[in-house]
């Protein structure tokens, strides 16, 4: 175990607190959890206490912590060449482009890097927008795609000009069989309500208006629901039929998270974008992208692209990239993730609802699933959130760090966890479950 020396948890969660601001909470908060090392599926405190990361972080550690490849590379690169400019060709970018494109469709013929996932979503819609010549953004009610957009419209220069874009987003429902907003009483039915939503949208928003419709292909941070049978395969059609384009946010969902390379590859539809971040190199160095298909090169032939970053394509995010594709490859961590959601997560967490009434229901795929609690089967209103805070820290104080949003525990272990240790990590969570709903 390798950790700072002389640190203890206390003082590092301290400072933690003195200087560091954080995202998407209230300032006056301790964090529960010091982190000073990892490997694989567990992190350790400064103490050296060990926790299963059911979380994968922020599910982008795909490969888990610290997988020597992946390390191995970034030294390399590092020795080699540690920044360029998006200017110049680098050796290192072209290999993850041709090692990302490598499995992914063919008509995806070039890669946009960007440096994570909300910088790919804003690209692909820049260039959706771009390619159209339309500007609405039609996108789903809980769906996450990150969170920027305002710098550009703050900048004075005139790279503002061809991003006036906060403007022109519209927002409809999508399946989710357990909170459906159309009444349905089963999948199928919630697939054909949806679409014929989707449709209305479209037709009263303006067909020849919309430039995009853009989808998380499997929701994430709004809850792990995997879009019903014949969903996706159904937008594709609308799509076509009004010439709008579909980008699939695969930030989340990418690289073997979903027991497939991409998770779109489940549902039989091929989108017009697609973006991609954490899981393509499991966060070592910060890097996302888009897959742009090969017609899109002609719609910016001899017009300015008005987009970019300068720590696009960074060479050691490439190079860690490169890395941990070929290690998904020589490891069998597709299949693995897919096995595990079939014969371990899948199983064992059905039979948590079974054994727990709070649990109102599960659902997932791959190595990424999510447990609703709720007051009771018929009401299925959350929790109250002080009962999910609860959870989390019996969770915690058990050796499992868990991802809890909203009323819900959302599983996602690295893809390559052990089936023992994705078992532990079920036991452990039905022992916090059974003590603070059971007593
Ligand atoms: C589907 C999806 N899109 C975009 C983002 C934004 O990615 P990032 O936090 O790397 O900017 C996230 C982050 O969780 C996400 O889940």
């Not at 995009?212 to 994430?220: C, F, R």
């Not at 390379?261 to 888009?290: C, I, R």
Request: aromatic fraction near 8%; proline fraction near 5%.
């Amino acid at each position: 175990m390798i950790h700072a020396e002389g640190l203890s948890s206390a003082e590092v969660r301290a400072e933690d607190r003195r200087l560091i601001w954080h995202s998407w909470t209230a300032q006056d908060q301790e964090l529960p959890l010091a982190v000073a090392g990892g490997e694989g599926s567990w992190v350790w405190d400064f103490e050296g206490e060990r926790y299963l990361d059911f979380s994968s972080q922020l599910v982008n550690t795909n490969l888990g912590h610290q997988h020597p490849a992946v390390i191995a590379a970034i030294r390399h690169q590092a020795a080699i060449l540690t920044t360029a400019a998006p200017t110049v060709a680098v050796a290192s970018r072209n290999q993850a482009a041709a090692s990302i494109l490598d499995v992914s469709p063919d008509h995806f013929e070039k890669v946009f890097f960007t440096g994570g996932g909300t910088d790919a979503v804003e690209n692909a819609i820049r260039m959706a927008r771009g390619h159209t010549g339309r500007r609405k953004v039609l996108s789903a009610y809980r769906s996450y795609h990150g969170n920027t957009g305002i710098s550009i419209a703050a900048t004075g220069d005139p790279r503002r000009i061809g991003n006036e874009f906060a403007t022109d987003h519209v927002h409809f429902f999508r399946p989710h069989p357990y909170r459906s907003s159309f009444w349905s009483e089963s999948p199928e039915q919630e697939t054909t309500r949806a679409l014929e939503h989707l449709r209305q949208v479209i037709e009263f928003e303006g067909g020849e208006s919309i430039a995009a419709v853009l989808l998380e292909t499997v929701l994430g941070s709004g809850g792990v629901v995997p879009p019903t049978p014949g969903y996706l395969p159904g937008v594709r059609r609308l799509c076509d039929e009004f010439g709008i384009q579909l980008i699939l946010d695969e930030v989340m969902v990418g690289f073997a998270r979903t027991g497939s390379w991409w998770a779109f590859e489940h549902y039989d539809v091929v989108p017009d974008l697609v973006t991609f971040a954490k899981g393509v190199n499991s966060g070592y160095v910060p890097l996302g992208g888009v897959l742009v298909p090969g017609h899109y090169t002609q719609s910016f032939t001899e017009r300015n692209y008005p987009g970019g970053l300068t720590y696009m394509g960074h060479p050691l995010a490439c190079a860690s990239a490169v890395a941990s594709i070929r290690a998904m490859h020589a490891e069998g961590v597709v299949a693995h993730a897919a096995a595990l959601g079939h014969e371990v997560l899948g199983p064992g967490l059905r039979d948590l609802r079974d054994r727990f009434e709070v649990v109102g229901d599960v659902r997932g795929i791959g190595a990424f699933w999510a447990l609703e609690f709720v007051t009771g089967p018929d009401s299925r209103a959350p929790v109250p959130a002080a009962q999910v805070q609860q959870l989390g820290r019996s969770l915690l104080q058990r050796g499992i760090l868990a991802l809890i949003v909203a009323n819900r525990l959302h599983v996602a272990p690295p893809c390559n966890i052990t089936g023992r240790d994705a078992q532990r990590g079920i036991a452990l969570i039905a022992d916090a479950v059974s003590e603070v709903w059971e007593g």
